[in-house]
């Protein structure tokens, strides 16, 4: 069985990197041969893998059989980053009304003082730091509701392309005024958690749901970036014209 496991991790986490770094072009059939022996897997966990990415929305069933890369519009993308928004927005109204659990209120803390550490860097930013720290703050946030089923379609929201809360970080030179974008998000993260903390559900989901549309300012950004950005972003290559 734990072989079986890792053989699937492998091939789902291979997968998914070819898929959203373009190794693809979008509504391109996808090889099962060529991929198999590529990622070193056999062909059974390959295709448990396109099932799963096909349940997330990265691939699309071909009628005559296998699976090929999806394709997106910006449209597409702004509204999987609006519902991203919506469900973490359900999760903060959810954990200030239930009241979030203590122990993970005290992580998040942490969490937000750690990012304020990396934004203040002697030598700039550590992006690195702040990319890791603001995915976790978020996972916290998911997991405050104490819901598993809001945790669980957020963590399936975020699996579409761009949809991430650290799609656009990794390429901060092409998102102006990078710095302050991070400094408000951080004032954001930080009002998230107090309104959290006094049991103000409809102010934190507000909140929330407001945060996320940051990531739609960046996707303007990109959007308008020109060629080559696409092999640089994860994702990107799948959105096509409107």
């Known amino acids: 069985m734990g072989d079986r496991s890792t053989q699937f991790d492998k091939a789902l986490m291979g997968l998914r990197t070819l898929v959203m770094t373009g190794a693809f072009e979008a509504n391109t059939r996808l090889p099962e041969v060529a ?42 993308i702004n509204d999987a ?25 005290g992580e998040a803390e942490r969490t937000l003082a750690e990012i304020d550490t990396a934004l203040a860097a002697p030598d700039g930013i550590d992006l690195d730091a702040y990319v890791r720290l603001n995915a976790g703050f978020h996972s916290l946030l998911a997991r405050m509701a104490g819901s598993l089923i809001v945790q669980r379609e957020i963590e399936r929201v975020v699996q579409l392309p761009l949809a991430s809360p650290s799609s656009f970080l990794k390429e901060q030179e092409l998102i102006p005024n ?24 409809a102010r934190a989901e507000a909140l929330t749901r407001e945060h996320a549309r940051l990531a739609r300012e960046n996707l303007e950004h990109f959007a308008k970036a020109g060629p080559g950005v696409a092999t640089r972003v994860p994702g990107l290559s799948l959105v096509t014209p409107d």
Not at 55 to 72: D, K, N, Q, W, Y
Not at 178 to 201: D, M, N, P, V
């Open 81 to 105: 980053i609006e519902l991203r928004g919506v469900i973490e927005g359900t999760a903060a109204r959810m954990a200030a009304e239930r009241g979030a659990d203590p122990l993970m209120m």
């Open 35 to 76: 991929l198999s022996e590529r990622l070193g897997i056999s062909r059974t966990p390959l295709r448990q893998a396109m099932d799963r990415l096909v349940a997330e929305g990265l691939l699309e069933r071909i009628a005559t059989g296998g699976a090929r890369v999806a394709s997106f519009t910006v449209d597409d």
């Open 178 to 201: 990078f710095r302050a974008s991070l400094t408000r998000a951080q004032w954001q993260h930080k009002a998230i958690l107090a309104a959290i903390r006094a049991r103000e559900g």
